[in-house]
């Protein structure tokens, strides 16, 4: 009843997937390539983190 309520943990962790790679992007123009690898690493960790909570969301769902 009270489900539009609820936080979306995917939606906030899409958000800041995509902050990182914009950051990394920002980075690789610059020149700053460790940087660059530093946030696309981050994003990288970000993105596994939504797959989990995806396949969680898609076992509840059966």
Known sequence: MFGW???DPKK?????YAQK???AR???RNGNIQGFAALTSEA?????EIDRLAEAGENDAR
């Not at 906030?12 to 800041?16: I, P």
């Not at 990288?44 to 596994?48: A, F, P, S, T, Y």
Request: hydrophobic share 35%; no cysteine; net charge neutral.
């Open 5 to 7: 309520l609820r936080r």
């Open 12 to 16: 906030k962790l899409e958000t800041q």
């Open 21 to 23: 790679l914009e950051a």
């Open 26 to 28: 920002d980075a690789q």
């Open 44 to 48: 990288e960790k970000i993105l596994n």
